[in-house]
């Protein structure tokens, strides 16, 4: 490799060792991408600076998720499944002996063959002792990690070539096991694991033109903790085929998009929001331009009491919520304003007052950001309209007043700890009056700022 004479390597986080050098590294994949450690895939792109990284999962860990999302990594989705298969039914329920002997002795019947995932290794033996005391017909084996290398091949040969009616066996089973015969699946203890490992050990079974099932048991008259409950639900609801991305959307609302600027891959979804983000991209690439000192926007937080939202009877897909929120929050004039518009008449039909106020406050807020206002805020009849301190050198009093006279509502200009304040009086005004309002304010005062920025060039 460090001679260039090898053209592809397939490789483990092997490959991370000081000692593998590469002549060239101009394409990195990374297969199951779930399962690598955040570490492990950062020292993978530090091998070099500019290597293209392409990585393939069904379901996304949310920090990837979230990036993408963001659009910070490009998203492909695979929704096309294999031809000749179902669904995989999927049951959430309570361990129960009856129902696990009826569930086996069904598969057997029709020549089929069982998973039992059991995920202590240290009591794995006597797990296969209460199964073969309660279906005293079937035949079963068991794998786990910590055997050698031969006594597990072994054992999985031998349960592909029919020798085993069931497989008892830990989490090892969950990627690079593929055998169509084997179409019912149990786990016990399911509140235990992640919606990720869920998906995946669900996606066992299945993989011919027979039905499956999958049972997600849990221990009788045990309280599961809310978040479990919710990853047992998610995983039960989404059965379809290609569902692995709308469990990693789940998973993401579940554990939070983790942060983005470190190595947690989960965490508070709020934490480091998207327009956040955004504006820390928006420096990071005008320092890297060599326009670091200059900031070209600020970030403003807008608390209007209006409802404006995406309501799921107008959108229900959740890919499409999010494509349609980042759209909004792209809107940067009133064409790219009239433009989504238009989409979303073309794509979702007539839409309600709540989606109309949100794509204005798109808008309003792609104004207010270009004159740095850093907080717009709601109580009772008064909104006040906070500014940056950097206005202090753009604008004059007579400059907010020249705003403000384009506009149909009363105001009253104030200094507050040293940052210039506009407080709108609203009373008796309607939401989109107020709307109005805002919009043609910011629309005057950008208008003011590029006039000024023009005569001083």
Same mark, same amino acid.
Do not use: C, W
């Given at each position: 490799?460090?001679?260039?004479?090898?053209?592809?390597?397939?490789?483990?986080?092997?490959? *991370? =060792?000081?000692?593998?050098?590469?002549?060239?590294?101009?394409?990195?994949?990374?297969?199951? +991408?779930?399962?690598?450690?955040?570490?492990?895939?950062?020292?993978?792109?530090?091998? @070099?600076?500019? #290597?293209?990284?392409?990585?393939?999962?069904?379901?996304?860990?949310?920090?990837?998720?979230?990036?993408?999302?963001?659009?910070?990594?490009?998203?492909?989705?695979?929704?096309?499944?294999?031809?000749?298969?179902?669904?995989?039914?999927?049951?959430? &329920?309570?361990?129960?002996?009856?129902?696990?002997?009826?569930?086996?002795?069904?598969?057997?019947?029709?020549?089929?063959?069982?998973?039992?995932?059991?995920?202590?290794?240290?009591?794995?033996?006597?797990? #296969?002792?209460?199964?073969?005391?309660?279906?005293?017909?079937?035949?079963?084996?068991?794998?786990?990690?910590?055997?050698?290398?031969? %006594?597990?091949?072994?054992?999985?040969?031998?349960?592909?070539?029919?020798?085993?009616?069931?497989?008892?066996?830990?989490?090892?089973?969950?990627?690079? #096991?593929?055998?169509?015969?084997?179409?019912?699946?149990?786990?016990?203890?399911?509140?235990?694991?992640?919606?990720?490992?869920?998906?995946?050990?669900?996606?066992? #079974?299945?993989?011919?033109?027979?039905?499956?099932?999958?049972?997600?048991?849990?221990?009788?008259?045990?309280?599961?903790?809310?978040?479990?409950?919710?990853? *047992?639900?998610?995983?039960?609801?989404?059965?379809?085929?290609?569902?692995?991305?709308?469990?990693?959307?789940?998973?993401?609302?579940?554990?939070?998009?983790?942060?983005?600027?470190? @190595? =947690?891959?989960?965490?508070?979804?709020?934490?480091?929001?998207? +327009? &956040?983000?955004?504006?820390?991209?928006?420096?990071?690439?005008?320092?890297?331009?060599?326009?670091?000192?200059?900031?070209?926007?600020?970030?403003?937080?807008?608390?209007?009491?209006?409802?404006? /939202?995406?309501?799921?009877? /107008?959108?229900?897909?959740?890919?499409?919520?999010?494509?349609?929120?980042?759209?909004?929050?792209?809107?940067?004039?009133?064409?790219? /304003?009239?433009? &989504?518009?238009?989409?979303?008449?073309?794509?979702?039909?007539?839409?309600?007052?709540?989606?109309? /106020?949100? &794509?204005?406050?798109?808008?309003?807020? =792609?104004? *207010?950001?270009?004159? !740095?206002?850093?907080?717009?805020?709601? @109580?009772?009849?008064?909104?006040?309209?906070?500014?940056?301190?950097?206005?202090?050198?753009?604008?004059?009093? %007579?400059?907010?007043?020249?705003?403000?006279?384009?506009?149909?509502?009363?105001?009253?200009?104030?200094?507050?700890?040293?940052?210039?304040?506009?407080?709108?009086?609203?009373?008796?005004? @309607?939401?989109?009056?107020?709307?109005?309002?805002? *919009?043609? !304010?910011?629309?005057?005062?950008? +208008?003011?700022?590029?006039?000024?920025?023009?005569?001083?060039?």
């Amino acid at each position: 490799m460090k001679k260039g004479q090898v053209d592809i390597l397939i490789g483990t986080h092997r490959v *991370l =060792s000081k000692d593998v050098v590469f002549a060239d590294l101009g394409l990195m994949i990374i297969d199951e +991408e779930q399962r690598f450690g955040v570490k492990h895939k950062e020292t993978l792109k530090e091998l @070099k600076k500019q #290597v293209d990284v392409l990585t393939l999962t069904a379901t996304p860990i949310p920090r990837t998720l979230h990036m993408s999302m963001l659009g910070i990594r490009d998203l492909s989705v695979i929704e096309t499944p294999p031809t000749n298969r179902y669904p995989v039914q999927t049951y959430v &329920l309570e361990k129960n002996d009856s129902v696990i002997r009826d569930a086996v002795l069904r598969e057997m019947e029709r020549g089929g063959q069982v998973y039992y995932l059991y995920n202590k290794v240290d009591t794995i033996d006597q797990k #296969v002792s209460e199964l073969q005391e309660l279906i005293p017909e079937a035949s079963i084996g068991y794998v786990h990690g910590q055997m050698s290398e031969i %006594q597990l091949e072994n054992t999985l040969l031998d349960f592909i070539e029919g020798q085993y009616d069931i497989l008892v066996t830990t989490t090892i089973i969950e990627t690079g #096991v593929d055998i169509p015969n084997a179409n019912t699946l149990f786990i016990e203890n399911a509140d235990h694991m992640g919606l990720s490992t869920l998906y995946q050990l669900r996606g066992r #079974v299945g993989r011919s033109n027979r039905i499956a099932y999958a049972y997600l048991m849990y221990r009788p008259e045990k309280s599961i903790s809310e978040v479990s409950e919710k990853r *047992l639900e998610a995983i039960k609801g989404f059965t379809e085929l290609g569902s692995g991305f709308k469990i990693a959307m789940r998973d993401l609302s579940i554990r939070g998009a983790g942060n983005l600027l470190g @190595k =947690s891959q989960s965490g508070f979804i709020d934490s480091v929001g998207f +327009e &956040l983000y955004s504006q820390l991209l928006e420096e990071a690439i005008a320092k890297r331009h060599g326009n670091g000192n200059t900031k070209t926007k600020g970030n403003s937080e807008l608390i209007l009491q209006i409802d404006a /939202y995406l309501p799921d009877t /107008y959108i229900s897909d959740q890919r499409h919520k999010i494509e349609i929120y980042k759209k909004i929050r792209q809107i940067d004039n009133r064409v790219n /304003y009239e433009e &989504l518009q238009e989409e979303l008449m073309d794509r979702f039909g007539e839409y309600p007052d709540v989606v109309a /106020y949100l &794509l204005e406050i798109g808008l309003v807020k =792609s104004y *207010l950001d270009r004159v !740095f206002v850093q907080r717009v805020e709601r @109580k009772e009849n008064k909104i006040t309209v906070q500014f940056e301190k950097i206005t202090q050198r753009l604008f004059l009093a %007579q400059d907010y007043f020249k705003a403000l006279s384009a506009t149909n509502l009363k105001a009253a200009i104030a200094e507050n700890k040293g940052l210039m304040e506009v407080v709108f009086d609203v009373r008796n005004k @309607k939401d989109y009056e107020i709307l109005e309002g805002l *919009l043609i !304010f910011g629309e005057s005062l950008l +208008e003011i700022k590029v006039s000024k920025e023009g005569n001083s060039l």
